[in-house]
């Protein structure tokens, strides 16, 4: 094996299911933003550059069902807005408006009465929107929940940056499908045996690149 | 009418706004922007004196009691705006920015309206402040304008170029490469007397103009009088306005109950508004100075 395909099988064991992993750091961040949050729903949603939309990737509570996936355009709505301008926003007591935050009434028919949006922020770049819905309505919203979101936007904005190299690499990966795909997923399959089984694996694989002529 | 701004000052790239049907220009009044000075000969130094009226100690009273806008021209760079909205009223006009293949600024009319309804949130809060002010909305968000800091800049160039009296500016943009281009044009601005008045960001990011020092930058406070606002002697951020639980317009005719510094920003713009109408030759270095003098925590009341 060369440097360079000895890097990519070793790149492939770090990334081939590392993307499920990262989608569930996603979902444990809503999730624990919701409970924090005493909310209804909250949600991750990712921009999609090439398209132009933004993407439900994680969602917890209300529309849980329905919304993981969903697309809508970026350039109008709440969501669009945060997006576009990298700024925070709070809006509450807004049932009675039809035309709310139409990227979950949408999908769901759900709207929500209040929701809290912050921009996922990789330096220079906004890579999607942590959303909070339906504070409970007892609650007076203060600046020091602004300053909670914010740190939860962060942490999310991680995760997600996190979540993007993963599947750049997978895709990378998926274009050599014939030659360094198969071995990654061999990699990956190896790591992820038992001790005795690892082993065997391991064994056969010795004999193979014996075989091989390594 | 537009030839008259290239030789007024120096704005960025004068020369890069094309005008499309239905868009007026409206040149700002030549009586409140004098010529630049760039030396003070010995016979001219009675002629830049204070205004006679300028008091001995400016008050709120003096400041902008009685006033209600009239006669200054307010610019909403946002998502639009609701035309029409009970609580924003008619606007001055409404445009939306583009660049065109040679990266020059296409200004056409917006007829869609507020695309997300935070426009319409800060028009409402500045004509409930300054209900006689005129409003005009420059629109930056829209389909395909995701990640382009560029349509942000080129909202603000056509904003600075029609010499807007206050331009409100509730966003702001992280990205470092238009830094230095909207440093450019907040300087612009502040030299032209358009008072730039933008949002601090609400989370801790580098982040522009609000950062600049010629722009009047506002972030939070918890209190409910509109007019209370603090001046901070710890910049970055100048000002604290009302930012938290404000009763704001949103689209389709409706109000919101809405929180963060985009809602505070307008609460001073209105405020410049008002101090502008009632001291037209005021330039954006006096008005942050009576802000100064009149905030809650320095010699204001409220």
Redesign the interface.
């Known amino acids: 094996m060369t440097n360079e395909s000895d890097l990519r099988a070793a790149v492939a064991v770090g990334v081939i299911g590392s993307g499920d992993a990262y989608r569930e750091l996603l979902g444990a961040i809503v999730e624990v933003a919701r409970s924090i949050f005493g909310a209804k729903a909250s949600s991750i949603l990712l921009?999609d550059?090439d398209t132009?939309e933004l993407v439900f990737e994680a969602v917890v509570g209300e529309g849980e069902g329905e919304l993981l996936g969903m697309r809508f355009?970026?350039?109008?709505?709440?969501a669009?807005?945060v997006?576009?301008?990298?700024?925070?926003?709070?809006?509450?007591?807004?049932r009675?408006?039809?035309?709310?935050a139409t990227d979950v009434a949408e999908g769901t028919g759900y709207v929500p009465s209040g929701l809290m949006a912050?921009?996922l922020?990789n330096?220079?770049?906004?890579l999607g929107v942590l959303e909070v819905l339906d504070r409970p309505e007892q609650s007076?919203?203060?600046?020091a929940e602004?300053d909670l979101l914010?740190l939860f936007?962060?942490q999310a904005a991680i995760a997600v940056d996190l979540l993007l190299r993963a599947r750049r690499a997978e895709r990378l990966l998926d274009g050599r499908e014939d030659e360094l795909a198969g071995v990654a997923d061999l990699a990956s399959k190896i790591a992820a045996l038992e001790d005795d089984r690892r082993e065997a694996g391991l064994r056969l694989l010795r004999e193979l690149t014996a075989t091989l002529g390594g | 009418m537009r030839a008259s701004l290239s030789h007024r000052y120096l704005i960025p790239e004068p020369s890069s706004i094309r005008q499309v049907d239905g868009v007026t220009a409206h040149a700002a009044p030549e009586a409140r922007k004098p010529l630049q000075a760039w030396s003070l000969p010995k016979e001219a130094v009675g002629g830049i004196a204070l205004p006679s009226q300028w008091p001995e100690q400016v008050t709120r009273e003096w400041a902008w009691e009685g006033a209600t806008g009239k006669g200054v021209r307010v610019c909403i760079l946002d998502?639009g705006v609701d035309a029409g909205h009970p609580l924003v009223g008619e606007l001055e006009s409404a445009v939306t920015v583009s660049l065109d293949d040679d990266e020059k600024i296409v200004v056409t009319e917006d007829t869609e309206g507020d695309?997300?309804?935070?426009g319409t949130a800060c028009a409402g809060i500045v004509r409930a402040l300054a209900p006689e002010c005129s409003i005009a909305s420059v629109r930056?968000?829209?389909?395909?304008?995701?990640?382009s800091g560029s349509i942000?800049l080129a909202g603000l160039r056509y904003a600075v170029q029609e010499g807007f009296d206050v331009i409100n500016m509730?966003?702001?943009?992280?990205?470092?490469?238009f830094a230095a281009a909207l440093h450019d044009l907040a300087d612009s601005a502040y030299f032209q007397r358009s008072v730039l008045v933008a949002?601090a960001?609400?989370?801790?990011?580098e982040?522009y103009p609000w950062r600049f020092s010629s722009v009047i930058s506002v972030g939070?406070h918890?209190e409910e009088d509109p007019f209370t606002f603090f001046y901070n002697p710890s910049p970055p951020v100048e000002f604290f306005g009302r930012g938290?639980?404000v009763r704001a317009a949103?689209?389709?005719g409706?109000?919101?109950?809405?929180?963060?510094?985009?809602f505070a920003t307008p609460h001073l713009a209105g405020i410049c508004a008002l101090i502008l109408s009632k001291h037209p030759d005021l330039t954006p270095f006096q008005v942050k100075s009576v802000l100064y003098l009149t905030a809650s925590n320095v010699g204001g009341e409220g």
């Open positions: 921009y550059e132009d355009p970026a350039g109008h709505g709440i669009g807005w997006l576009a301008t990298h700024t925070p926003l709070i809006i509450e007591d807004v009675e408006d039809p035309r709310f912050a921009p922020l330096e220079e770049r906004a007076v919203f203060s600046l602004m914010g936007a962060n | 998502s695309l997300a309804g935070h930056v968000l829209g389909k395909g304008f995701t990640g942000l509730s966003l702001s943009t992280t990205k470092k490469p949002s960001h609400n989370m801790p990011v982040s939070s918890e938290v639980r949103w689209v389709g409706k109000s919101v109950t809405a929180s963060g510094n985009s």
